[in-house]
């Protein structure tokens, strides 16, 4: 069983991509969208809530785990790694084998799939757009660096997320907050939707970027990885019968939305919610109003 985690709805663009690369797979989807978003976030705030999440993913019984959010996989990626167990093929150098009577674990990240692939296509200058957080944590420019001479244009973009979320992606607020946004990445010849809600806006980018500027949505490059990961650590998740789980921390909400993201219908959506420091299950969703005293 896989587990795929972001911090809502838009890593259902992710797991719609992983899905269809691995259809034979079980997965088990956590959306934190009742904690989100998680771009204006401070560091240590996104490292416990995506410890929480990945704790729980290894307890539903996932040895592997897909940080779909880019938000957490630019900041929080590698302090997982290394809490959790050894690195992912994805993001670095994998062992073979963990220590003597430990659970194999991995957890994996999109990152280096959309550096290489965004490299891959570029001629010379890449733009990247996304999340405070994603931008300012320097990570993107930091990986594209690695892999070659190419000038990297940075514009965090933090109206466009809640617009996917209103569901106004086919508006004119969305091309119009596109066009502001993508003004101010210069001559580029490819841009990287550096966050999960962002492919939902392609229409709005197509509309506003220069004729011959290549559009990266990472998720298909991100499921390739993944894919060829599998086939060379055979047996570490072994297929099953491509059934979805779903687990979110705001269970009406999600289900509201999250059909647009996965491109079908979603199955029953469990909810979990912070109790004690982790995401523990609750047989039902307590809506309180008005002044709480605790």
Do not use: N
């Amino acid at each position: 069983m896989i587990g795929v985690y972001d911090s809502g709805y838009g890593g259902l663009t992710v797991l719609r991509a992983l899905r269809a690369a691995l259809p034979t797979h079980d997965f088990v989807y956590l959306g934190d969208s009742g904690r989100a978003p998680y771009g204006g976030r401070d560091t240590d705030t996104i490292l416990d809530f995506a410890e929480q999440c990945v704790e729980r993913l290894f307890e539903e019984g996932c040895p592997l785990v897909v940080v779909a959010c880019h938000t957490v996989s630019c900041v929080a990626l590698r302090h997982l790694q290394r809490r959790y167990g050894p690195g992912g093929a994805l993001v670095g150098a994998a062992t073979e084998s963990d220590s003597a009577g430990a659970t194999p674990r991995r957890i994996l990240g999109v990152t280096i799939p959309a550096a290489e692939a965004a490299v891959a296509q570029s001629r010379g200058h890449i733009g990247v757009i996304g999340t405070a957080r994603t931008v300012s944590s320097g990570t993107f420019a930091t990986e594209l660096a690695k892999l070659g001479p190419h000038r990297v244009t940075q514009r965090a973009a933090p109206l466009l997320a809640p617009i996917v979320e209103e569901g106004w992606e086919d508006s004119a607020i969305a091309r119009l907050a596109v066009a502001r946004y993508v003004a101010e990445l210069g001559d580029i010849d490819t841009l990287v939707l550096g966050c999960t809600h962002y492919p939902l806006l392609r229409a709005a980018f197509e509309a506003t970027l220069p004729e011959g500027v290549a559009i990266l949505d990472p998720a298909p490059f991100v499921a390739a990885r993944l894919s060829d990961w599998l086939d060379r650590h055979p047996g570490f998740v072994a297929p099953g019968t491509g059934t979805l789980r779903v687990l979110c921390t705001d269970p009406a909400g999600f289900r509201a939305h999250g059909e647009r993201f996965l491109g079908e219908p979603l199955p029953v959506v469990a909810h979990v919610a912070e109790e004690g420091g982790r995401l523990a299950h609750k047989a039902t969703v307590e809506v309180r109003l008005g002044q709480i005293v605790r």
